[in-house]
């Protein structure tokens, strides 16, 4: 399975997502790991108190996924689902109240 190359994470606090998470057709349908794993749109950094660009490092993660890294941002990102299944953030865990969002970069914008 090919695995892009590069995200952008987003750390947002909580509040932030249940705000945005509201105005999304058909929210409530989604679970916490989808949350998490929701995708802003283009352009969207708007409540971010901190954003990363992380890329492959080709290897794999303890949780099973491939490992990205950059910024001072390590991630363990599913591919399939896009959910960020382990994080660390300048070498320790997300901060409570805290939660990463990701979108997936555009090779071609990267040019």
């Given amino acids: 399975m ?7 994470i987003l750390l947002v606090p909580r509040f932030a997502e ?11 349908e989604h679970d916490a790991a989808e949350d998490d794993a929701a995708e802003p749109d283009a ?3 708007g409540g971010a108190i901190r954003s990363a660009v992380v ?3 080709g290897e794999t993660g303890a949780s099973g996924y491939p490992r990205y890294s950059g910024e ?3 991630a363990d990102i599913d591919p399939t ?20 969002r990701i979108k997936e970069r555009d090779a071609e914008a990267e040019r």
């Fill in 55 to 57: 890329s492959a490092t």
């Fill in 72 to 74: 001072g941002i390590v």
């Fill in 18 to 28: 249940d705000t945005a998470g509201a105005a999304e057709p058909g929210a409530a």
């Fill in 81 to 100: 689902t896009h959910a960020v299944e382990a994080l660390l953030v300048d070498g320790a865990e997300l901060a409570f109240g805290l939660t990463a």
């Fill in 2 to 8: 090919s695995h892009p190359e590069s995200y952008e």
């Fill in 43 to 45: 352009g969207e950094t």
